[in-house]
């Protein structure tokens, strides 16, 4: 049999075309479904923290550090404390992300209280909105995550995140940041920091559990998120946040 | 006519096929990530085994707690992650520096909480260790 260029052509292009289709539906069917007893749609992360119960210790920051064996220099979680005078700007310190805990306050003429902080999760995330590649996501239990597989080190989510949470981990190269300890929640363990948090001024919550006592938190106490008005729809809720905290 | 539209369907169909080649199966599925992502993250090892599991074999230590002011604070808050010890019982855990343990929390600062209790260490104990006087589980004298 003759074969002309033109049929040649039509031809691959026939089983072009029935490759395209066959790998299409597959990509529709195929996918396997997550066998876990954890059920994404019934949890909704988030977080509180009572600033009236933070004593400044740093269990939290170097907990975090072991449990998710953090760089040395960098943070996933640190504690900033506030000096607050009249008529100034305040000063705030953080030595080495208060791991150490802090140098004695000895001054009492000023206003003075300790501030944690960590990745707010937001539901609405500046960081995951500008990564270019899907690297990061709000997973559907409305925690913030990097696939570090995918993370091209761009760092463009580094400089979008209002709250200065993320850095870029120097050895991988790739972006890093706090996981709500996604590995312990979601197998009924609370986060590190929480867990050693010794006077529980930072609790994990989850919002779509009608017996958390998050929902009796907020009914009943005042709280703010970190910059509220960039809009980010932050799940980290701060009880008695004072209006210098940045 | 018929040449071009040929053409155009040959290079959808090679454009499908690698995209179908290199895109993972699932992305998209929940989001535009790699659902695949999750269970990545959730492989990461547990250091802190969790108050419940340490309250398995230490219930003596968790009953004295009970009693005090202690009552909240987890066991590795103090003790350090003990997941290993946890897994395999013939890992001894180092007991904590007291020294610095207690001082850490309890150290005089004006940016504490007024309700927390709180000392000068220097002028509290002239020196002694704090586990001289204070039982670490029921710290009440």
């Known amino acids: ?246 | 006519m018929i040449r071009p539209a040929l053409v155009l369907l040959a290079a959808v169909g090679v454009f499908l096929l690698v995209r179908a080649a290199v895109v993972p199966k699932d992305f998209g599925r929940y989001g535009h990530y790699r659902p695949a992502a999750l269970n990545l993250v959730r492989q990461h090892p547990v250091s802190y085994a969790g108050q419940v599991t340490c309250a398995m074999c230490h219930d003596e230590q968790v009953n004295a707690r009970k009693a005090g002011k202690h009552a909240h604070v987890a066991c590795e808050a103090c003790h350090g992650p003990q997941a290993a010890h946890a897994n395999d019982p013939s890992i001894v855990p180092k007991l904590p520096d007291v020294a610095d343990l207690c001082r850490r929390c309890h150290e005089k600062d004006a940016a504490k909480p007024g309700w927390f209790p709180q000392v000068v260490t220097a002028e509290h104990s002239g020196g002694a260790k704090c586990n001289d006087c204070h039982q670490p589980h029921n710290p009440h004298l």
């Open chain 1, 1 to 246: 049999m003759d074969i002309t260029r033109r049929g040649l052509f039509q031809i691959g292009g026939k089983l072009l075309v029935l490759a395209s289709v066959g790998a299409t539906l597959e990509q529709i069917v195929g996918a396997e479904a997550p066998s876990d007893a954890y059920k994404l749609a019934d949890h909704w992360w988030g977080m509180l923290i009572d600033i009236d119960k933070c004593i400044g210790c740093g269990n939290c920051v170097r907990g975090c550090s072991k449990e998710n064996q953090v760089p040395s220099g960098y943070f996933r979680t640190w504690v900033e404390r506030y000096q607050v005078e009249e008529g100034k700007q305040p000063v705030v310190e953080s030595p080495d992300g208060a791991m150490n805990g802090f140098a004695p306050l000895t001054r009492d003429d000023v206003k003075a209280f300790f501030v944690p902080k960590l990745c707010n999760h937001c539901a609405d995330s500046p960081c995951v909105q500008v990564c270019p590649v899907g690297a990061t996501f709000v997973s559907p239990d409305g925690v913030v995550l990097v696939d570090k597989e995918y993370c091209l080190g761009c760092r463009y989510c580094v400089q979008a995140c209002p709250y200065g949470c993320r850095y870029l981990h120097p050895e991988t190269k790739t972006v890093d940041k706090c996981t709500l300890c996604y590995h312990r929640i979601t197998q009924g363990l609370t986060t590190a920091c929480c867990e050693n948090c010794p006077t529980q001024a930072r609790q994990l919550v989850d919002f779509k559990n009608p017996q958390d006592p998050v929902h009796e938190f907020l009914r009943k106490n005042k709280v703010e998120v970190l910059k509220p008005y960039m809009a980010t729809q932050a799940k980290v809720y701060y009880k008695n946040l004072d209006g210098s905290v940045r």
